[in-house]
């Protein structure tokens, strides 16, 4: 249904275009990324915007998922085409550009979440809002931060540390090995000696007893 409405909104569009921009359009919209791609090298100035066209909508989607913010996800994706647009020449051919943008996209959302991660109690609200998004390890020290920010960052993961200690040993197993190590829904049951079933209910009843916990403590 969406991508219904996507298609009679750019055919919309296009209908309001004189034709010889609307059939470029057209023969734009025929293309690979990679042939897109080279027109834009090659001098065509509407070729970018059809790469516009095809990833603002996803990767709006995509940055908004990770940093839970939808202004600034507008924010960010337009930088991520101003630094396609730049470096599009430096653009490894070989390559899939859809993996290239989601890579600048997923490093400025990272930038921003290390950015927020210098608040203590916005750092666990990323937590809170993101358990799902990402399978790597929380990351407490960064050689880029100033003494304070190490400060602050050393101070959460205190309490963090504390409210882990207060939960049942089974549910304080599979957070651990979740959100502190990395680990995935897999190897978490070859570990703990659990099915994938018993796994994700330990884990939800573990994140939300965690909140509760630390909750009070960064308030």
Same mark, same amino acid.
């Given at each position: ?23 470029h ?5 025929q ?12 001098g ?18 995509f940055v908004?998922r %990770? ?10 994706v337009q ?8 470096h ?30 210098r ?14 998004a990402d399978?790597?390890?929380?990351e ?20 963090? !540390? ?6 049942? !040993?089974?549910?304080?197993i ?12 897999? !190897?978490?049951a070859?570990?703990t000696?659990?099915?994938?079933? %018993? ?21």
């Amino acid at each position: 249904m969406a991508r219904a409405r996507v298609k009679a909104k750019e055919k919309s569009e296009l209908q309001a275009v004189p034709s010889e921009a609307r059939e470029h359009r057209l023969k734009l919209g025929q293309m690979t990324d990679a042939e897109v791609v080279q027109a834009s090298l090659d001098g065509d100035s509407r070729a970018f915007g059809d790469l516009v066209r095809r990833y603002d909508q996803r990767l709006l989607n995509f940055v908004y998922r %990770t940093i839970g913010d939808r202004e600034r996800g507008q924010d960010l994706v337009q930088e991520t085409f101003v630094r396609v647009y730049r470096h599009l020449h430096r653009f490894d051919q070989t390559k899939k550009f859809s993996t290239w943008i989601y890579t600048i996209a997923s490093n400025l959302a990272k930038n921003e979440l290390r950015n927020r991660s210098r608040n203590p109690l916005v750092l666990f609200q990323t937590l809170k809002k993101h358990w799902d998004a990402d399978h790597r390890p929380l990351e407490w020290e960064d050689t880029q931060y100033k003494p304070d920010d190490l400060f602050r960052k050393r101070h959460i993961r205190a309490k963090v !540390e504390e409210a882990v200690k207060q939960l049942p !040993e089974h549910h304080r197993i599979v957070f651990v090995l979740r959100e502190m190590e990395g680990k995935t829904y897999d !190897e978490i049951a070859d570990i703990t000696g659990c099915n994938l079933g %018993t796994v994700k209910s330990r884990l939800n009843r573990a994140r939300n007893n965690f909140a509760h916990i630390i909750a009070p403590m960064i308030d």
